[in-house]
Every structure is written in C-alpha cells, then in structure tokens.
Nanobody, 131 residues
Framework: QVQLVESGGGLVQPGGSLTLSCATS????????IGWFRQAPGKEREGTAC????????YYAESVKGRFTITKDNAKNTIYLQMNSLKPEDTGVYFC????????????????????????WGQGTQVTVSS
C-alpha cells in the first residue's frame, strides 16, 4: 500500500526556514517521482517542487526557485523540502505526492508541477509564515 506521510510544518517568522519531510512506504522510490504541493485557503493547489525519478532532476515553480530545495534520501525512503527566506505568501497546507514514472519516460516541467499528474497523496502539514 502506497503511503506518504508529511511532517515538519509549523509557525515561522518571515525570512525564516523550515524543512518538511515526506516519509514514503509501500513502493519503490526509484520509479516514482515525488512532488511537493501547497494549498492556501480559497486557492487552488499549487506545485512547488518535484524530484523526478527518471532523470534524478529537481523541478521548481518560479515562485520558490532559489529559496526551496527538494532532496531525496534513498536509505530512508524520504523526500525533504528545505524552505528558506519564507514569505507570508508561502503559508498553506503542504502535501507530498507521488506518481509512477516508467523508466525512460520523461515529462515537461508543467507535468511535474501539475497536481493532476499525481496519483498518491499524503495528508498534508500546515506551514504558517507570520510575525
């Protein structure tokens, strides 16, 4: 059974940092791309970063590029999202998600950051950036 469990959310001041974790189980991380999404109240779910299993490459939304870093720890089956220079507009519930990526298949940036590309989701963790 595919499971993704997020942790690490909380309250942080503007300019601060947080690291989110996504612990995965029930599938081979080598064949699944993992993305981090966020959703603010009244807004659509937005892709922030993705680690592609195919090319082992990280994709980022323009809004977080240079501030967020996605990494993968194969030994722990965990994906991390390091968030620096946080802004109030980064506030929201953060979800990690996964989709199966067949070996040799590659996709566009848009595909990796689109929520409809993903078939498995975690329950989310709240991030609040406020003074």
């Amino acid at each position: 059974q595919v499971q993704l469990v997020e942790s690490g959310g909380g309250l942080v001041q503007p300019g601060g940092s947080l690291t989110l974790s996504c612990a995965t189980s029930g599938f081979n991380l080598d064949y699944y791309s993992i993305g981090w999404f966020r959703q603010a109240p009244g807004k659509e779910r937005e892709g922030t970063a993705c680690f592609s299993s195919g090319d082992q490459y990280a994709y980022y939304a323009e809004s977080v590029k240079g501030r967020f870093t996605i990494t993968k720890d194969n030994a722990k089956n965990t994906i991390y999202l390091q968030m620096n220079s946080l802004k109030p507009e980064d506030t929201g519930v953060y979800f990690c998600a996964a989709f199966f990526q067949p070996p040799g298949r590659y996709y566009s940036d848009h595909h990796y950051l689109r929520s409809s590309s993903y078939s498995h989701w975690g329950q989310g963790t709240q991030v609040t950036v406020s003074s």
